[in-house]
């Protein structure tokens, strides 16, 4: 014998098959709100170093970016192993950017950028950097060599804005 009207269990099933549905998506949303800016890097190693803890930062050199496609300063000696973090203003009119990297890999990506020139990524040891803004790298320099940064908006490295990284050994 039935007591429950059919409608409404259908209704009752509908709405649990919903929640089943949605509970993911719910969970999902949880875990997103938590999230809010990027307070931590992902953890990156590279030939020119690792992403550095903001904590442990041991060193702060401020970069200016500018439309003579210059930065200043452009050559910076470093300590190996110190971790760095950088201030990059950019006090142009035009978008600019700081990437550090090997002098091959700057060259490449450039090449790279010529092409794509809409193409964009988001790596610890680079900063897009707007007009009138400031952006921030915290990176940490563990092997001895010479490193570069460049700016790898279309033509910017070409018109020589690119500068010199020296890690010294301890
Ligand atoms: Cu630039």
Redesign the pocket.
């Known amino acids: 014998m039935r007591t429950t009207d059919p409608r409404s269990l259908a209704g009752e099933t509908l709405v649990f098959a919903l929640a089943l549905l949605l509970a993911p998506l719910a969970a999902f949303a949880h875990g997103d709100e938590h999230k809010g800016p990027r307070k931590t890097q992902p953890m990156v190693e590279t030939d020119f170093g690792r992403t550095g803890a903001p904590k442990k930062a041991t060193r702060t050199v401020r970069i200016d970016?500018s439309d003579r496609?210059r930065f200043t300063p452009d050559a910076l000696e470093i300590r190996q192993g110190a971790t760095v973090r950088f201030i990059v203003k950019n006090s142009g009119k035009t978008?600019?950017?700081m990437v550090i990297g090997t002098l091959q890999e700057l060259q490449d990506h450039a090449e790279v950028m010529k092409k794509h020139p809409a193409m964009e990524h988001d790596e610890p040891f680079m900063a897009h950097v707007a007009p009138g803004k400031t952006e921030e790298i915290v990176w940490q320099f563990t092997k001895p060599g010479e490193f570069y940064f460049g700016?790898l908006?279309p033509g910017?490295f070409e018109a020589g804005?690119v500068g010199k990284i020296k890690v010294v050994s301890k």
């Open positions: 970016m496609m978008m600019h950017e700016c908006i910017h804005m």
